[in-house]
């Protein structure tokens, strides 16, 4: 696919079951066809304060500086990556930073931060980055791949033991714990890939009281018996995590690329 694609796109955010105040945030720049899931995490409403610095400094950079050669960029950026990616990755660094900062200059924030991930469409491209376990999904011909890997305790352990059972990764105690987060150290490792985009791919995003409550292979289901309505899709989503127990913030964002 080339050129720019025409995007729907749908999101929900829900405080949950269980909690009393929201640490999840999303942002849409349609105009850059910029989508963002982050999740925080800190007391005293430091996570919330973590993921809306981490959306609005990614869409301030990512807006306004497209190439490397036309303005200075703050981070060097990866010869072997793409002008797109490593845009993406720099608006990440740049957060990061941010977050770090906040978090050292004000005591009742310190070890504030927040995962995120975040899709850029260009040119037929969709890059896809992330840090933390906040995902990225594409549904594509009837088929759900899970598009990042989660920074996690959970995930490590599963490369050591790759015969984990689901029930035993639902029973693994440390699996909340992630081990990569913007904000908790001044420069961050930021995964990224660029993939070609077909017509009629749809991309989800969400923060992990999503995918911690409801299967992938449900996801699709769900997805998919709402014909094409990804509001209707978005909604039943959060409904369907609330229903599991909703012990988290749950977010979701759905793209459809036509």
């Given at each position: 696919m080339t050129g720019t694609p025409r995007v729907q796109?749908?999101?929900?955010?829900?405080?949950?079951?269980r909690r009393n105040h929201n640490e999840d945030c999303f942002g849409i720049l349609e105009a850059e066809q910029l989508v963002l899931v982050a999740d925080g995490m800190g007391g005293h409403a430091a996570g919330e304060v973590a993921s809306g610095i981490a959306t609005i400094e990614v869409g301030k950079f990512y807006g306004r500086n497209y190439d490397v050669k036309e303005t200075k960029w703050p981070f060097e950026p990866n010869p072997e990556l793409s002008n797109l990616e490593n845009r993406l990755v720099c608006a990440f660094k740049v957060a990061n930073r941010r977050i770090f900062e906040t978090a050292h200059a004000d005591g009742g924030r310190r070890g504030m931060g927040t995962t995120l991930v975040a899709t850029a469409i260009h040119d037929g491209k969709i890059c896809i980055a992330h840090v933390g376990d906040s995902r990225a999904y594409r549904i594509q011909n009837g088929e759900i791949v899970r598009m990042t890997r989660d920074h996690s305790l959970l995930e490590q352990f599963k490369e050591i033991n790759p015969e984990m059972t689901r029930e035993e990764e639902h029973n693994f105690p440390h699996k909340n714990v992630i081990t990569r987060a913007l904000g908790l150290a001044d420069d961050v490792e930021v995964d990224v890939k660029l993939v070609d985009i077909k017509s009629g791919d749809m991309y989800l995003l969400c923060s992990d009281g999503l995918s911690g409550h409801v299967e992938d292979e449900e996801m699709l289901d769900i997805i998919?018996?709402?014909?094409?309505?990804?509001?209707?899709?978005?909604?039943?989503?959060?409904?369907?995590?609330?229903?599991?127990?909703?012990?988290?913030n749950i977010t979701v964002v759905l793209l459809r690329c036509t």
């Open positions: 796109y749908a999101a929900r955010t829900d405080v949950g079951m998919t018996k709402c014909n094409g309505d990804i509001r209707g899709a978005v909604a039943k989503l959060v409904d369907r995590a609330n229903e599991e127990g909703g012990n988290d």
